[in-house]
Structure formats: structure tokens, C-alpha cells
């Protein structure tokens, strides 16, 4: 069965980091793009950071400078860092991934998501 695992949420100040990761795990032939998305409390949820499988990045514009998207495709992971945190990144934030987990097209799949608090 293949799924997707975060870790690395927490609570922090503002001002402060933290290092999200996602692994792939299970019968996996190939991993396309990778993202990261996040929902706050009573907003739906908007798409953070993704990156391609040959590392082509995009962010949303509220986290350009602050936040970085990797992947190590070796180890079917991606990892999201997250400095100079506010509290409006405050939320749940979930890993997605486009997988071809047998022949034919990708599946989406995503991970359980992972708390990230930041305190004022």
C-alpha cells in the first residue's frame, strides 16, 4: 500500500523554524511533482510550495522567501523548511504527491497532514 508520512510539526514562536518532511513508502514505481498544502482553522485549504520531480519550484506569494520546498528522490522524500514563521502559518499542513504505484496514469496521494502552530 502506498502512502505518505509527515513529520516534523510543532509549536513556535514567531520568528522561529521548523523542517517538515514526507515519505514516500510502498510499492512505488515513479514520484512526480511533490507539495506541500495547508489549511487554518475555518479556511480551506491553499497550496503552499511543490516542486517537479527535476527540482522546478513554486511557492505561494505569502511564503516566497521564507519557506523551501526539497525533495531527495532517492529517498522518495520531500521536505518543507520553514523560517521566520508568523502566526498566520498556523495550520495543518499536508503533503501530496503524483504516484504511479502501478501501470498506467499517476494517483494523487496524500499524507495525514502534520500541526504547525506558531505562537505570537
Known amino acids: 500500500q502506498v502512502q505518505l508520512a509527515e513529520s516534523g510539526g510543532g509549536l513556535v514562536q514567531a520568528g522561529g523554524s521548523l523542517r517538515l518532511s514526507c515519505a514516500a513508502s510502498?510499492?512505488?514505481?515513479?514520484?512526480?511533482?511533490m507539495a506541500w498544502h495547508r489549511q487554518a482553522p475555518g479556511k480551506q485549504r491553499e497550496l503552499v510550495a511543490s516542486?517537479?520531480?527535476?527540482?522546478?519550484?513554486n511557492y505561494v506569494d505569502s511564503v516566497k522567501g521564507r519557506f523551501t520546498i526539497s525533495r531527495d528522490n532517492a529517498k522518495n522524500t520531500t521536505y518543507l523548511q520553514m523560517d521566520s514563521l508568523k502566526p498566520e502559518d498556523t495550520g495543518v499542513y499536508y503533503c501530496?504527491?503524483?504516484?504511479?504505484?502501478?501501470?498506467?496514469?499517476?494517483?494523487?496521494?496524500w499524507g495525514q497532514g502534520t500541526q504547525v502552530t506558531v505562537s505570537s
Open positions: 510502498g510499492r512505488i514505481f515513479s514520484i512526480g511533482d
Open positions: 516542486i517537479t520531480r527535476g527540482g522546478s519550484r
Open positions: 501530496a504527491a503524483n504516484m504511479w504505484a502501478s501501470l498506467g496514469p499517476p494517483s494523487t496521494y
